[in-house]
């Protein structure tokens, strides 16, 4: 990855030149949403956009306004008019999380409650926006209050993540 930054950061110092010498270069307008910082994304993202013969001009939503974002048809998301959308999906998003101990009935339409109002925003976004959209799985916390149960106990937030996962795909 450090290589990968690297190469990003002297594309980056370079843009002018390599539009200058690259002509056939295509622009594009690619917005990154998501609750996280999306710059180290942006910064990975971007050589192998190059290498594809793509000149990224990206767009960054603000931290943590990805329902704004995507709801409000006069935001600066909208106003940008991306031709390629990434959304960086995070537990953050994530606004319930079932009780401890629930039974496995209501966790699963917890997580079918959780996937369905994703799509429904997804859904309120290509009503909108004709760009490609990409949507990452949702990424797990890096703390576990229950250990390893996390993974196994269903009312778990591992196991709630990956149930969520699976009715998005």
């Known amino acids: 990855a450090l290589d990968i ?10 843009e002018a030149e390599i539009r200058q010498a690259l002509p056939l270069l295509q622009p594009k307008r690619i917005a990154l949403l998501g609750s996280g910082n999306l710059s180290y994304f942006q910064l990975i993202l ?47 998003e994530i606004q319930e999380w079932p009780a401890l101990l629930s039974p496995q009935e209501a966790v699963e339409q917890q997580a079918q409650s959780c996937a369905d109002s994703f799509l429904k925003l997804f859904q309120e976004f290509h009503g909108r926006c004709e760009a490609q959209l990409f949507v990452t799985n949702f990424a797990a916390p ?5 250990g390893s149960l996390e993974a196994s106990e269903f009312s778990g937030r591992d196991h709630f993540i990956r149930l969520v996962n699976e009715r998005i795909l």
């Open 142 to 146: 890096a703390r576990h209050f229950l």
């Open 46 to 92: 971007k050589p192998f956009l190059c290498a594809l013969g793509v000149a990224p001009q990206f767009f960054e939503g603000t931290y943590n306004a990805l329902y704004s974002s995507l709801l409000d048809p006069n935001s600066t998301f909208y106003q940008y008019k991306p031709e390629m959308v990434f959304v960086l999906l995070s537990y953050r």
């Open 5 to 14: 930054l690297t190469l990003s950061r002297r594309l980056t110092k370079a």
